[in-house]
């Protein structure tokens, strides 16, 4: 199995979103919901013993806690012996 970094994951709000762009669309965009809606649903997750969850809007998708907080991550894509990802991995504390 080939791993290669791919990129960065920049975190200004202590945890991640993992979710398909088709369903950002469902997430809370004014003020007020972002307030009611975000901080009370979407972070509840990052705040339980697994740091972590399903995120309920539209199509969902996971939040995780990152770790160290606020920061960049690099992003590593595992390939098969065929060159298609097979898990993507976000490296939030180094060994």
């Known amino acids: 199995m080939d791993k290669r970094q791919i990129g960065t994951c920049g975190v200004d709000a202590g945890c991640l979103i993992i979710i398909d ?3 950002l669309k469902y ?3 004014t003020d007020k919901d972002w307030e009611e ?4 649903d979407i972070l509840i997750p ?8 399903q995120v ?3 199509g969902g998708g996971v939040v ?7 920061g960049v991550y690099p ?3 595992h390939y098969d012996e065929d060159g298609c990802i097979t898990k993507v991995e976000i490296v939030f504390i180094g060994d």
Do not use: F, I, K, M
Request: include cysteine.
């Open 21 to 23: 762009p088709c369903y």
């Open 27 to 29: 997430l809370p965009d």
């Open 37 to 40: 809606r975000w901080c009370e």
């Open 46 to 53: 990052t705040h339980t013993p697994a740091q972590g969850g």
């Open 56 to 58: 309920n809007y539209g």
């Open 64 to 70: 995780v806690s990152s770790g160290h907080g606020d």
């Open 75 to 77: 992003v590593y894509a």
